[in-house]
């Protein structure tokens, strides 16, 4: 048998880098399922990624795995020194190295760039990347949960007085929508440790490439944003698993105004809104050092489905 090699990925590389990653992520049924124009711009045309903190592993001209470091230059004006790992093996050739030594490479990236954090996060109960966490230390630092609600009931809610909702579609956003939803986005979650400061060309790119529903809706008092709920559907991903789930991808409300029933209209609207359009299944995602927001949604019917965590190693 030839032995593995490892290189930097090139542009032609993607359509067969997608395959391995689509292939790695089944045994995490929750991740969603990459598409070659959203992956392209996430990558080679993405301010934030460096081809020289990537490489794939390949024999005999076949790419077994595929990994890297992400550095974000948001997070290090903000005086933080982390960088992000990921690492996908295609599952006929776990266990051989190769997760091993894309880590190990990344991990040298992140050390020459002088970042003191290295970050990873996975679902529980992945084995094999339990395995590679354990050989170079990488310690659990906190648990995000994720949730399910497969039922359309919902509790009586009076929603606040004045309230109003501006909705949008993000594939035809304009602008305006977008600078109102990075400015309240960056407010909103300011004070998580592991939040990247978002910007108006990430919010473009995203407008650009995503191959999914993408529904915004803010909240309105007295004609200033206060709250948001993204909903998405992704459409790939159900048709691959025959299934009709959507995702509240993002939610919060602005300082100064939570704890008034803002939070939970906007959850209603959203779950409305996916069963609108088809869907029997809702997922969301939360971190435990977010416990109002878990209250919020188990109050109108989720329940805990999955477990992931954010994992650390110092460098």
Same mark, same amino acid.
């Not at 954090?117 to 990873?120: I, R």
């Not at 035809?172 to 309240?184: N, P, R």
């Given at each position: 048998m030839s032995s593995i090699e490892y290189r930097h990925p090139r542009v032609e590389d993607l359509r067969v880098i997608l395959g391995v990653i689509n292939a790695s992520n089944r045994d995490n049924p929750l991740w969603e399922i990459h598409e070659e124009d959203e992956f392209r711009k996430n990558t080679?045309?993405?301010?934030?990624?460096?081809?020289?903190?990537?490489w794939v592993a390949e024999r005999?001209?076949?790419? &077994?795995?595929? !990994? !890297?470091?992400?550095i974000s230059k948001l997070r290090q004006q903000a005086g933080e020194s982390d960088g992000w790992l990921g690492v996908w093996v295609h599952p006929e050739?776990?266990?051989? !190295?190769?997760?091993?030594e894309i880590v190990q490479r990344s991990v040298d990236y992140l050390r020459a760039k002088g970042i003191r954090?290295?970050?990873?996060f996975d679902l529980k109960g992945t084995d094999w990347r339990d395995t590679v966490r354990h050989d170079f230390g990488f310690s659990a630092v906190h648990r995000q949960f994720f949730l399910v609600k497969t039922d359309k009931e919902l509790p009586e809610f009076e929603p606040p007085e004045g309230l109003k909702f501006?909705?949008?579609?993000?594939?035809?956003?304009?602008?305006?929508?977008?600078?109102? &939803?990075?400015?309240?986005?960056?407010d909103v979650f300011s004070e998580d440790k592991n939040y990247a400061p978002n910007t108006m060309d990430s919010?473009?790119?995203?407008?650009?490439?995503?191959?999914?529903?993408?529904?915004?809706?803010?909240a309105v008092m007295d004609d200033k944003v206060v709250g948001v709920c993204i909903s998405e559907i992704e459409l790939t991903y159900n048709k691959v698993h025959k299934i009709d789930a959507g995702w509240i991808r993002l939610f919060g409300v602005a300082k100064g105004h939570r704890n008034k029933g803002i939070g939970k209209a906007l959850l209603h609207? #959203?779950?409305?809104?996916?069963?609108?359009? #088809?869907?029997?299944? &809702?997922?969301?995602?939360?971190?435990?050092?977010?416990?109002p927001a878990e209250r919020?949604?188990?109050?109108?019917?989720?329940?805990?489905?999955?477990? !992931?965590?954010?994992w650390s190693l110092d460098l």
């Open positions: 080679f045309e993405h301010e934030e990624w460096d081809v020289e903190g990537h005999g001209g076949k790419l &077994l795995g595929y !990994g !890297g470091a992400r050739e776990r266990a051989r !190295g190769v997760e091993n954090k290295a970050k990873y501006r909705d949008f579609m993000l594939s035809k956003a304009k602008d305006k929508q977008l600078k109102d &939803l990075v400015t309240l986005e960056n919010l473009r790119k995203w407008k650009e490439s995503s191959p999914n529903m993408v529904r915004v809706n803010f609207n #959203g779950m409305r809104w996916h069963w609108d359009k #088809g869907m029997d299944t &809702l997922h969301v995602g939360v971190d435990e050092w977010n416990p919020v949604y188990r109050s109108v019917g989720f329940k805990v489905q999955d477990e !992931g965590a954010i």
